[in-house]
C-alpha cells in the first residue's frame, strides 16, 4: 500500500463547517494527489502535488484547497463544506521519476455532509 | 481531447467466461494506458498497464489489447472468477503531465 494513510476515514459534518482531510505517506514521494470518486464520475482530480509547497489544481478544486507544508503529509480543506462535497476522498502517490508510473492510492475517506 | 471513454458501465459475466472492457481516447499525446481495480471499501490498485508501441500485454488471467489507430484499449479477464467482481477503471497520461485522466468505471460482477 506504498505506506499511505488517510485521516479520518469516515467523517459526518454540517453544511458550512470547515473539513480537513490528511494523508500521509512514509516513503519520500514527491508527488502527491486528492481524488473525489462518486458514482458514474469515475476519479476526478482536485488537487494535487510536485513537491513542499508546490501544488497545482486538478478538474474539480472550486470549492478545495490543500497544503504541503511537509514531503510526507498533504492536507485537503473544505472550507465551507457543502452537500455536493459529499464523497468519497482518495490520496495518491506517484512512485517512480516518470510521469508514467504507478499511482498507488490510499484507503480512502468517506465525507457526509448534511 | 482529455477524456478517456469507458464502456459499459456495468457488466454480468458467468464463472469462466471471458470479461471485456472497452476505453477510447481522443488525445494522440497520450502514451501510457494502466488499468486499476477496485474492491468495495479499498483505493484502486494496478492491475496491468500498456505503452503505445505495442499490440497487447498479457499478465496471467488480464490482457490489454491496444488500437493505436483507432485510439482504443480493452482489458480482457480470460476464465473470469468470483473474485474478479470488482469495479476496473482505465486511464491514461502523456509524458511529463504526471496526471492520469480516467474512465467513468466498469462495475464487472462474476456470477457463480
Known amino acids: 500500500d506504498a505506506g499511505i494513510t488517510q485521516s479520518p476515514r469516515h467523517k459526518v459534518t454540517e453544511t458550512g463547517t470547515p473539513v480537513t482531510l490528511r494523508c500521509h505517506q512514509t516513503e519520500n514521494h514527491r508527488y502527491m494527489y486528492w481524488y473525489r470518486q462518486d458514482p458514474g464520475h469515475g476519479l476526478r482530480l482536485i488537487h494535487y502535488?510536485?513537491?513542499?509547497?508546490?501544488?497545482d489544481k486538478g478538474e474539480v478544486s472550486d470549492g478545495y484547497s490543500v497544503s504541503r507544508s511537509k514531503t510526507e503529509d498533504f492536507l485537503l480543506t473544505l472550507e465551507s463544506a457543502t452537500s455536493s462535497q459529499t464523497s468519497v476522498y482518495f490520496c495518491?502517490?506517484?512512485?517512480?521519476?516518470?510521469?508514467?508510473?504507478?499511482?498507488?492510492f490510499g484507503p480512502g475517506t468517506r465525507l457526509t455532509v448534511l | 481531447q482529455q477524456q478517456v471513454k469507458q464502456s459499459p458501465q456495468s457488466l454480468i459475466v458467468q464463472k469462466g467466461g471471458i470479461s471485456i472492457i472497452n476505453c477510447a481516447y481522443e488525445n494522440t499525446a497520450f502514451d501510457y494506458f494502466p488499468w486499476y481495480q477496485q474492491f468495495p471499501g479499498k483505493g484502486p490498485a494496478l492491475l496491468i498497464a500498456?505503452?503505445?508501441d505495442v499490440s497487447e500485454k498479457k499478465e496471467g488471467r488480464f490482457t490489454i489489447s491496444f488500437n493505436k489507430s483507432a485510439k482504443q484499449f480493452s482489458l480482457h479477464i480470460m476464465d473470469s472468477q468470483p473474485g474478479d467482481s470488482a469495479t476496473y477503471f482505465c486511464a491514461a497520461s502523456n509524458g511529463g503531465n504526471y496526471q492520469l485522466i480516467w474512465g467513468a468505471g466498469t462495475k464487472l460482477i462474476i456470477k457463480p
Open positions: 500498456i505503452r503505445p
Open positions: 502535488s510536485y513537491g513542499v509547497k508546490d501544488t
Open positions: 495518491a502517490i506517484m512512485e517512480g521519476q516518470g510521469s508514467a508510473d504507478t499511482q498507488y
